[in-house]
């Protein structure tokens, strides 16, 4: 192996490395953990519902407000690990922070989860433009894949390591509580060979005279909206991913809270729950990751968006805790395949010199959805538990039927979403990123 390939690899493992961490973060805190204790333990009954919606989309405003900008500064000073490092900071940070949470905490658990938030959304915009520095064109299907399928192993270590003191504890809130410090620490430490061997090859550029990086950045976005002009393709594909990711975040955001209303799941139930998720989303981003490459992406992707709604479908009518684990188990290997499928395709359609920029619009169309993905469905559970109260449920079955009701809005997001994906033409869109030649 030469020292170039070597380095090659060293780099990629940098970058799976820090997905590693990153899905910890989204196991215990977005899924298994902290969700479920805001929700039950926190706020209580469906106000727990409305109000995590509620703050995953404030996080998520800032960062689709927030990220444009600060992609093509990144782009332009060849900064990306530089601002990766800035947001993953507050994200440990902040995550670290919710230790203090306890019942009634409501403005605290908010807070400190929206800043926890900003920070591992914001992240990943500069975390996926990195893909474009540690893998030529042709390995993207399998580094994003295997980026996914390592993160995934990353979360069900964490869980693993988790699971018997709060066991141990019979779900001990210091013991719960103290598992969001560890997490953080997990994040932080996994976090650091992707900053020590991660290179950016490209060199810092000299601000024009007359010019500071915000108006150089508007100027530099302005410049680039008109050229996505251009990208047929890539706009086709913004909006299918605009619609049909929301259906994936609502899904991925309430499981908790699904499991623990619907079917009573307590928090050890909720822990292995997810460990089996993430068992199944390891392997579904590595089986996809290699589909993809051998029968087009967005073939692939349109197969793993029909299995994930499929999945959605069967949760509406499923009645025991039994059929919402095999639920569980397949919307795991759909939903891995949806998020890095579209990560690639993303990576494929958009030009090298405007990477962090083009995954920047990537995620606005992510984050300024999941503003309205989860707190619609949050509103709405909210709404219909309260309409079912009103005609003589009692709050409890109230708060099942809507929550079982609002279900059927991911199943409508995901289907508009595979509607519009059926126009992007695929190999017309990797060729006009190819032959882009914009003037910086």
Same mark, same amino acid.
């Given at each position: 192996?030469?020292?170039?390939?070597?380095?090659?690899?060293?780099?990629?493992?940098?970058?799976?490395?820090?997905?590693?961490?990153?899905?910890?973060?989204?196991?215990?805190?977005? %899924?298994?953990?902290?969700?479920?204790? &805001?929700?039950?333990?926190?706020?209580?009954?469906?106000?727990?519902?409305?109000?995590?919606?509620?703050?995953?989309?404030?996080?998520?405003?800032?960062?689709?407000?927030?990220?444009?900008?600060?992609?093509?500064?990144?782009?332009?000073?060849?900064?990306?690990?530089?601002?990766?490092?800035?947001?993953?900071?507050?994200?440990?940070?902040?995550?670290?922070?919710?230790?203090?949470?306890?019942?009634?905490?409501?403005?605290?658990?908010?807070?400190?989860?929206?800043?926890?938030?900003?920070?591992?959304? !914001?992240?990943?915009?500069?975390?996926?433009? %990195?893909?474009?520095?540690?893998?030529?064109?042709?390995?993207?299907?399998?580094?994003?894949?295997?980026?996914?399928?390592?993160?995934?192993?990353?979360?069900?270590?964490?869980?693993?390591?988790?699971?018997?003191?709060?066991?141990?504890?019979?779900?001990?809130?210091?013991?719960?509580? !103290?598992?969001?410090?560890?997490?953080?620490?997990?994040?932080?430490?996994?976090?650091?060979?992707?900053?020590?061997?991660?290179?950016?090859?490209?060199?810092?550029?000299?601000?024009?005279?007359?010019?500071?990086? %915000?108006?150089?950045?508007?100027?530099?976005?302005?410049? @680039?909206?008109?050229?996505?002009?251009?990208?047929?393709?890539?706009?086709?594909?913004?909006?299918?991913?605009?619609?049909?990711?929301?259906?994936?975040?609502?899904?991925?955001?309430?499981?908790?809270?699904?499991?623990?209303?619907?079917?009573?799941?307590?928090?050890?139930?909720?822990?292995?729950?997810?460990?089996?998720?993430?068992?199944?989303?390891?392997?579904?981003?590595?089986?996809?990751?290699?589909?993809? *490459?051998?029968?087009?992406?967005?073939? @692939?992707?349109?197969?793993?968006?029909?299995?994930? @709604?499929?999945?959605?479908?069967?949760?509406? &009518?499923?009645?025991?805790? @039994?059929?919402?684990?095999?639920?569980?188990?397949? *919307?795991?290997?759909?939903?891995?395949?949806?998020?890095?499928?579209?990560?690639?395709?993303?990576?494929?359609?958009?030009?090298?010199?405007?990477?962090?920029?083009?995954?920047?619009? &990537?995620?606005?169309? !992510?984050?300024?959805?999941?503003?309205?993905?989860?707190?619609?469905?949050?509103? %709405?559970?909210?709404?219909?538990?309260?309409? &079912?109260?009103?005609?003589?449920?009692?709050?409890?079955?109230?708060?099942?039927?809507?929550?079982?009701?609002?279900?059927?809005?991911?199943?409508?997001?995901?289907?508009?979403?595979?509607?519009?994906?059926?126009?992007?033409?695929?190999?017309?869109?990797?060729?006009?990123?190819?032959?882009?030649?914009?003037?910086?």
């Amino acid at each position: 192996m030469t020292t170039l390939s070597q380095n090659r690899s060293r780099a990629q493992w940098g970058w799976y490395w820090f997905d590693f961490g990153n899905s910890a973060y989204a196991a215990v805190i977005l %899924l298994a953990v902290y969700s479920a204790y &805001f929700q039950g333990k926190v706020v209580g009954g469906a106000e727990g519902s409305r109000l995590w919606g509620l703050s995953l989309g404030i996080a998520m405003i800032f960062v689709a407000l927030l990220t444009p900008i600060l992609g093509t500064i990144a782009d332009y000073a060849a900064s990306k690990k530089r601002f990766l490092l800035f947001f993953s900071a507050l994200s440990w940070i902040s995550t670290g922070l919710l230790f203090f949470v306890q019942a009634g905490d409501v403005f605290l658990g908010m807070l400190f989860f929206i800043l926890a938030e900003i920070g591992y959304r !914001g992240g990943q915009v500069f975390y996926n433009a %990195l893909l474009l520095e540690v893998a030529a064109p042709e390995e993207m299907g399998r580094v994003s894949g295997n980026g996914w399928a390592f993160g995934s192993v990353g979360g069900i270590v964490c869980l693993l390591l988790i699971l018997p003191p709060i066991v141990l504890s019979k779900s001990d809130p210091l013991v719960v509580r !103290g598992s969001f410090v560890f997490t953080a620490l997990f994040f932080a430490l996994s976090s650091l060979p992707l900053f020590l061997w991660v290179r950016e090859h490209q060199s810092p550029r000299p601000l024009p005279r007359g010019d500071n990086y %915000l108006s150089l950045a508007l100027r530099r976005l302005r410049a @680039t909206f008109l050229a996505v002009r251009q990208f047929r393709g890539f706009l086709q594909f913004i909006i299918a991913f605009l619609i049909y990711n929301d259906g994936i975040l609502m899904a991925l955001n309430f499981a908790a809270i699904i499991g623990a209303v619907l079917f009573g799941m307590n928090q050890t139930q909720l822990i292995l729950f997810m460990i089996l998720v993430q068992v199944t989303s390891a392997l579904g981003a590595y089986v996809f990751g290699l589909w993809g *490459a051998k029968y087009g992406f967005k073939q @692939t992707l349109m197969v793993s968006i029909l299995m994930m @709604t499929g999945a959605v479908v069967w949760m509406i &009518f499923n009645q025991t805790l @039994t059929g919402y684990f095999i639920i569980g188990a397949v *919307a795991g290997f759909a939903l891995t395949g949806v998020q890095s499928l579209s990560r690639t395709m993303a990576g494929l359609f958009a030009p090298e010199s405007k990477s962090a920029e083009f995954f920047s619009f &990537f995620a606005i169309a !992510g984050k300024s959805t999941s503003f309205i993905g989860p707190t619609l469905f949050g509103a %709405l559970a909210f709404r219909l538990a309260n309409w &079912f109260e009103g005609q003589g449920f009692s709050a409890a079955t109230a708060e099942q039927l809507g929550l079982r009701a609002s279900i059927v809005s991911m199943a409508v997001f995901l289907v508009a979403g595979l509607l519009v994906l059926t126009a992007v033409n695929e190999q017309r869109a990797r060729q006009a990123a190819l032959e882009y030649v914009g003037a910086d």
